[in-house]
């Protein structure tokens, strides 16, 4: 639904929460690589694009997603490569240590984080470095709340808002350890332009969005549950945390 819309920065914090990340990849050469894992409409990638000299593979399971990444990025066509995997069950098409960097923005904490941190430390070259974000339940929602959403979120879209076992940074920090990475960062994002504001860069005006919603009844479910976990959850969603971590493999 977010790739037929065209919309970018798909995550809490939006380009300035991008900005952040991206401060945190190392300056490396033209033969370096970077992965992004969930590249989305591309609007990270250009960024990345713009200011290093990578080659960068973008993966995501959605072809809405890699159709409109795939026109965002042809400036770029000779450095970029995109490619369509499903990360529940593929593993990165990628050899073993072959990758500088990996970054990630709002969907490790949807995928199965454990396999996902492995899957980045076999890739990752030595010392290659892993950044991300993303929103996790933190301290103050309770088990029994996010238990009721993670179920609707579940049911409704497919998959959870963030996952129940692991709450806390710390959760996160010891399953990056496990996985075999030093973490080099682990920042919670303060400022209130951090929170909650998805959907930023969206491009498609209106009118165009309502005859997309109109034609597409699949769409227009989708449209219609997002917004309803949404409304319906707002305070508690406010109350989740939005994380920066950054890794280095050892
Ligand atoms: C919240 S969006 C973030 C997109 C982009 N990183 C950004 O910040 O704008 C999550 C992205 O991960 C992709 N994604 C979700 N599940 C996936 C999976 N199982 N395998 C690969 N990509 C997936 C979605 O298609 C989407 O592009």
Not at 10 to 31: D, N, V, W, Y
Request: glycine share 6%.
């Amino acid at each position: 639904m977010h790739g037929n819309f065209n919309r970018g920065f798909l995550h809490p914090g939006g380009k300035q929460a991008t900005e952040k990340l991206l401060s945190f990849l190392p300056q490396l050469g033209k033969e370096s690589i970077v992965v992004e894992i969930g590249c989305g409409t591309g609007e990270t990638a250009k960024l990345l694009l713009e200011r290093f000299p990578y080659s960068y593979i973008g993966l995501d399971a959605a072809p809405a997603m890699l159709d409109k990444a795939k026109s965002a990025l042809s400036p770029y066509s000779d450095r970029v490569s995109l490619i369509k995997c499903d990360l529940r069950v593929d593993l990165f098409p990628v050899p073993a240590e072959s990758i500088d960097a990996i970054i990630a923005e709002s969907v490790i904490a949807i995928l199965a984080p454990q396999t996902i941190f492995r899957e980045c430390y076999r890739v990752l070259k030595r010392g290659g470095i892993l950044a991300w974000n993303d929103r996790l339940w933190g301290e103050t929602v309770s088990p029994s709340d996010r238990l009721k959403i993670n179920k609707e979120c579940k049911r409704l879209l497919g998959f959870p808002a963030a996952p129940d076992d692991l709450p806390k940074a710390d959760d996160w920090k010891n399953l990056m350890e496990s996985c075999g990475f030093k973490i080099l960062l682990a920042e919670k994002l303060l400022s209130s332009t951090h929170v909650a504001r998805l959907h930023q860069g969206s491009v498609m005006p209106k009118r165009t969005k309502l005859v997309h919603l109109l034609v597409n009844l699949n769409l227009l479910r989708f449209w219609y549950y997002d917004r309803a976990i949404e409304r319906k959850y707002r305070e508690l969603w406010q109350k989740m945390e939005n994380w920066i971590f950054v890794a280095k493999k050892g």
